[in-house]
């Protein structure tokens, strides 16, 4: 590992503890913010030549908070503190520093800080490119090639997600019990969605550009889990985006067309991120209080364990996805529920499911994909073709595009 790469891991992994620390201390997000990145910069200065301090959390946080203060003390013309160099690189100055900034504190600096970027007040979109922004340190150029948007949107965003949440002030304090159950649920929420814009990539170019989303979301679930190691909700999280993430190299060929689940080289699945993510589900089962997470977790791994696609289990999927509509009714559970079904009692079963989702999905391409791709198998090949018809007209990527064409050119092989 290079000298700026491990740099650069040392001050990601710091990152949510020292901005947590240092909102605490400031309780302002800009100053906060402001405060880590002075840190960072001298550490960028001094770790290279003393080497890393034996503890890189502590040691921004006291920088920053130095810097913060002698910021404000600049401006009230007082005197500045002493130079960081002078406390943060000798053993007796940082270990009380350290032992003061227990897991205690960082736990409740971490949720505070996750909680404050998923602030129920802001949309999910300012939600997501806030904790981006202020959990995880990506620039807001990377942001944006995330999110295919222009940077000037995205620095719009945050800056309106900060002003709103300096409107309607947020909670610094340390979360109560029922409050850290809330908040949890809320974090939980913020990662799923984090992961989803990353995972919903439609063409091998986005999925790509994407990917750092998904491995973001994976990072901080694994923090969170750090954080609440017994709790089976956040076990099944991170099962079910390491059981996704781990097809990434399988989801679209070489000439970037979507490769089905059925279709995927299974060789090219993560095995190590497979083995980890089902161990992690085993565990949340065995807690004995499923949720939604953990469910398509489960669903993810009867995938995952399957060698070739004739061993899927469906008969389990299908009830899987029946739970999950009972504990969250979707149209869109409702329709996967379905493929899971024509597995198991064929097309005819799984277009009477669908049926009553004509309408609230009139406008979901993935709902005219399925119908099409059941009437096909059924041989009402006319039929067929108005669905995919349909659904290439909704196609939001060339990709997507691609594989309807696909079907309607074998409809045309049709006699």
């Known amino acids: 590992m290079s000298d700026l790469a491990w740099l650069d891991v040392a001050l990601t992994s710091a990152r949510p503890q020292a901005v947590g620390a240092l909102l605490r201390y400031f309780r302002n997000l800009d100053a906060a913010e402001e405060a880590f990145q002075e840190a960072s910069l001298r550490a960028l200065k001094s770790w290279p030549r003393n080497g890393p301090p034996r503890d890189p959390a502590a040691w921004l946080i006291m920088v920053g908070r130095n810097a913060g203060i002698d910021r404000v003390r600049r401006t009230s013309r007082l005197e500045s503190l ?5 406390i943060s690189d000798i053993d007796d100055v940082e270990a009380p520093l350290a032992e003061r900034l227990d897991n205690a504190d960082y736990r409740d600096d971490i949720l505070r800080l996750l909680f404050v970027c998923c602030h129920p007040d802001l949309p999910d979109t300012q939600q997501i490119a806030l904790a981006l922004r202020i959990v995880s340190g990506l620039t807001v150029k990377q942001i944006a090639r995330a999110f295919l948007a222009s940077e000037a949107a995205v620095e719009q965003r945050i800056t309106r997600a900060k002003a709103r949440i300096a409107r309607r002030g947020a909670s610094f304090e340390a979360p109560s019990p029922i409050e850290r159950a809330e908040r949890l649920a809320a974090v939980a929420t913020m990662l799923y969605l984090v992961f ?12 790509e550009v994407r990917a750092p989303l998904c491995e973001e979301a994976i990072r901080l679930a694994r923090l969170l889990l750090a954080l609440f190691p ?6 099944g999280l991170l099962a079910l985006f390491l059981l996704q993430h781990a097809r990434h190299a399988a989801r679209f060929d070489a000439a970037g067309a979507i490769v089905l689940l059925d279709d995927q080289d299974r060789t090219r699945w993560n095995g190590q991120a497979i083995a980890e993510g089902l161990a992690l589900i085993d565990k949340a089962m065995r807690h004995a ?4 997470y953990q469910i398509q ?3 993810a791994a009867l995938h995952g364990r399957a060698a070739a696609p004739a061993d899927t289990d469906w008969a389990q999927i299908a009830l899987l996805y029946a739970s999950l509509e009972r504990l969250q009714p979707s149209p869109v559970v409702t329709l996967n529920r379905a493929v899971a079904v024509s597995k198991v009692a064929g ?11 004509a309408a609230p999905l009139r406008n979901y391409f993935h709902f005219h994909g399925l119908q099409g791709a059941l009437l096909l198998q059924l041989g009402r090949a006319l039929e067929a073709r108005e669905a995919f018809g349909r659904a290439i007209s909704l196609a939001g990527t060339p990709a997507e ?8 050119d074998r409809l045309e092989q049709v006699p």
């Open 401 to 408: 595009a691609a594989h309807i064409r696909m079907h309607l």
């Open 82 to 86: 002493p130079d960081e160099d002078r």
């Open 347 to 357: 097309p005819e079963a799984a277009l009477a499911l669908i049926a009553p989702l």
């Open 297 to 299: 977790a489960a669903i």
């Open 230 to 235: 017994a709790e089976p909700e956040i076990m």
């Open 196 to 207: 989803n814009e990353g995972y919903s990539a439609a063409d091998a170019v986005q999925s």
């Open 289 to 292: 209080r499923p949720g939604a």
